[in-house]
């Protein structure tokens, strides 16, 4: 019942910046635990930030911390992920997902297999 649709994916070169949107829709917005994962060609899906409901905690992956930001307007029912000085090992098709559940702990919400919502993804590619 919950659709996500991720947009603002492409190219850009090393050291550039790329902004991504999740419009979120059907559920409660608010109360959702909200992520960014990431999945390369021929590797496996990877946790890259989440932010949990309004005025919540954020956490990042350790390879784009400093460098990538996680936002979210309740307003708008939307999620951003900033993402800054970045390499080509960034390239990847990027996956937003939310979870209805609001109290996972700080492992839990970096377990792709614990998000029941997913968007169809957005390609982001980083040339050198």
């Known amino acids: 019942q919950v659709q996500l649709v991720e947009s603002g994916g492409g190219l850009v070169q090393a050291g550039g910046s790329l902004t991504l949107s999740c419009a979120a829709s059907?559920?409660?917005?608010?109360?959702?635990?909200m992520g960014w994962f990431r999945q390369a060609p021929g590797k496996e899906r990877e946790f890259v930030a989440v932010?949990?409901?309004?005025?919540?905690?954020?956490a990042y992956a350790d390879s784009v911390k400093g460098r990538f930001t996680i936002s979210r307007d309740n307003a708008k029912n939307t999620v951003y992920l900033q993402m800054n000085s970045l390499k080509p090992e960034d390239t990847a098709v990027y996956y937003c997902?939310?979870?209805?559940?609001?109290?996972?702990?700080?492992?839990?919400?970096?377990?792709?297999?614990?998000?029941?919502?997913w968007g169809q993804g957005t390609q982001v590619t980083v040339s050198s």
């Open positions: 997902a939310a979870s209805a559940t609001s109290t996972y702990n700080e492992y839990q919400r970096r377990v792709a297999a614990l998000y029941e919502y």
């Open positions: 059907g559920g409660t917005f608010s109360s959702y635990t």
């Open positions: 932010r949990s409901r309004s005025g919540g905690n954020t």
